[in-house]
């Protein structure tokens, strides 16, 4: 399963919407599809998985949906620290990561 | 606190070997299934490695199938990444990961070590 993620670079302001895609070459449970967040010079941590439930400790201004292939990651206002890279992940039988999202400040 | 810490990178010539270490601290080690993740620089995140609570089960990324193995030791809280063949498109920090449960696979990874850097070049 290859994921791909869009856009490579996401510019938002801070306070605005970011809404990132994740899109699976076949389709996947959504119950096994995680994102991760990764500043830079530190290592990944779990936002989301199975698609839609927050990690502990991640504020609900973040929020993941979809089903089958298409999954999306939504930032509901940006704060200064959310200026990151994402990773979403289909932890099937062999794990795969896309290849990331840069949101970077606008 | 809930710690992974890995050790044993370096920079190697292509064609040798290395071996990774990870010591987990702060979670019942034996309990759940761990992972190897590697991200070559200004790259993504790539699944090396994952193996199961008990070590009976394990899988590989076909970019390292054959030439790395993983092995664990509960008794050491210990986990290990034995690289062989070394190329230089191995080069990346390798991430240690816990799994979120005792299998490697169909589970997300919640805890993350701060990595080992690998550096394959003549």
């Known amino acids: 399963i290859v994921l791909t993620q869009s856009p490579g670079t996401l510019s938002v302001s801070p306070g605005e919407r970011a809404t990132l895609s994740c899109r699976a070459s076949?389709?996947?449970?959504?119950?096994?599809l995680a994102w991760y967040q990764q500043k830079p010079g530190q290592t990944p941590r779990l936002l989301i998985f199975?698609?839609?439930s927050r990690a502990t400790g991640i504020p609900d201004r973040f929020s993941g949906s979809g089903s089958g292939t298409d999954f999306t990651l939504t930032i509901s206002r940006l704060e200064p620290e959310d200026f990151a890279v994402y990773h979403c992940q289909h932890y099937g039988s062999s794990p795969t990561f896309g290849q990331g999202t840069r949101v970077e400040i606008k | 606190e809930v710690q992974l810490v890995e050790s044993g990178g370096g920079l190697v010539q292509p064609g040798t070997s290395l071996r990774l270490s990870c010591v987990a601290s702060g979670f019942r080690f034996d309990d759940y299934g761990m992972h190897w993740v590697r991200q070559a620089p200004g790259k993504g995140l790539e699944w090396v490695s994952g193996?199961?609570?008990?070590?009976?089960?394990?899988g590989y990324a076909d970019s390292v199938k054959g030439r790395f193995t993983i092995s664990r030791d509960n008794a050491k809280n210990s986990l290990y990444l034995q690289m062989n063949s070394l190329r230089a498109e191995d080069t990346a920090l390798y991430y240690c990961?816990?799994?979120?449960?005792?299998?490697?696979?169909?589970?997300?990874?919640?805890?993350w070590g701060k990595g080992t850097t690998v550096t394959v070049s003549s």
């Open positions: 193996i199961r609570w008990d070590s009976g089960s394990s």
């Open positions: 199975g698609a839609s």
């Open positions: 076949q389709r996947v449970s959504s119950a096994y």
């Open positions: 990961a816990k799994a979120e449960d005792s299998h490697y696979s169909y589970y997300y990874m919640d805890v």
